[in-house]
Protein backbone atom coordinates (compact mmCIF):
# COMPACT_ATOMS: atom_id res chain seq x y z
CA UNK A 1 0.00 0.00 0.00
CA UNK A 2 0.67 3.44 -1.07
CA UNK A 3 1.52 6.28 2.27
CA UNK A 4 -0.21 9.02 0.91
CA UNK A 5 -0.32 10.57 4.50
CA UNK A 6 2.46 13.41 3.35
CA UNK A 7 0.97 14.01 0.19
CA UNK A 8 0.48 17.44 -1.29
CA UNK A 9 -3.26 17.73 -2.28
CA UNK A 10 -4.17 20.97 -4.78
CA UNK A 11 -6.81 21.78 -6.49
CA UNK A 12 -7.10 23.69 -10.05
CA UNK A 13 -7.10 27.24 -10.00
CA UNK A 14 -10.08 27.52 -11.99
CA UNK A 15 -11.90 25.58 -8.87
CA UNK A 16 -12.13 29.23 -7.53
CA UNK A 17 -13.17 27.70 -4.05
CA UNK A 18 -15.74 25.26 -5.05
CA UNK A 19 -16.00 22.39 -3.28
CA UNK A 20 -17.51 20.01 -6.21
CA UNK A 21 -13.63 19.49 -7.65
CA UNK A 22 -10.82 16.92 -7.82
CA UNK A 23 -7.22 17.26 -6.03
CA UNK A 24 -3.89 16.18 -7.69
CA UNK A 25 -0.80 15.30 -5.72
CA UNK A 26 2.27 14.45 -7.08
CA UNK A 27 3.30 11.81 -5.07
CA UNK A 28 6.25 10.89 -6.62
CA UNK A 29 8.10 11.48 -10.02
CA UNK A 30 6.04 8.17 -11.42
CA UNK A 31 2.66 8.58 -9.73
CA UNK A 32 0.09 11.07 -9.51
CA UNK A 33 -3.08 10.63 -6.92
CA UNK A 34 -6.30 11.96 -7.62
CA UNK A 35 -9.06 12.33 -5.33
CA UNK A 36 -12.89 13.94 -4.82
CA UNK A 37 -12.37 17.23 -2.55
CA UNK A 38 -15.84 16.34 -0.85
CA UNK A 39 -14.38 13.19 0.66
CA UNK A 40 -10.43 13.79 1.24
CA UNK A 41 -10.49 10.84 3.46
CA UNK A 42 -12.12 8.47 0.71
CA UNK A 43 -10.17 6.08 -1.59
CA UNK A 44 -7.98 8.28 -4.08
CA UNK A 45 -7.27 7.15 -7.76
CA UNK A 46 -4.11 6.37 -8.63
CA UNK A 47 -1.75 6.99 -12.35
CA UNK A 48 1.24 6.20 -13.76
CA UNK A 49 3.36 9.39 -14.99
CA UNK A 50 2.45 8.36 -18.42
CA UNK A 51 -1.02 7.77 -18.11
CA UNK A 52 -1.61 11.58 -16.38
CA UNK A 53 0.16 13.23 -19.56
CA UNK A 54 -1.94 10.99 -21.85
CA UNK A 55 -5.14 12.31 -19.74
CA UNK A 56 -3.99 15.84 -20.07
CA UNK A 57 -3.31 15.50 -23.49
CA UNK A 58 -6.63 14.04 -23.78
CA UNK A 59 -8.04 16.92 -22.59
CA UNK A 60 -6.19 19.67 -24.27
CA UNK A 61 -7.05 18.04 -27.43
CA UNK A 62 -10.91 17.47 -27.02
CA UNK A 63 -11.11 21.84 -26.52
CA UNK A 64 -11.21 21.59 -22.97
CA UNK A 65 -8.40 23.98 -22.84
CA UNK A 66 -4.57 24.35 -23.30
CA UNK A 67 -2.01 21.73 -22.79
CA UNK A 68 -1.07 21.95 -19.07
CA UNK A 69 2.17 21.38 -18.01
CA UNK A 70 1.93 17.92 -16.56
CA UNK A 71 4.05 18.03 -13.40
CA UNK A 72 5.64 15.17 -13.84
CA UNK A 73 8.99 15.03 -15.39
Known sequence: MIDLSNARWFKS????????????AFVSDELVGVR????????????????????????ASAGFGAAPDTGVV
Open 13 to 24: SWSSGQQNCVEV
Open 36 to 59: DSKNPSGPPLLFGAAEWAGFLTGL
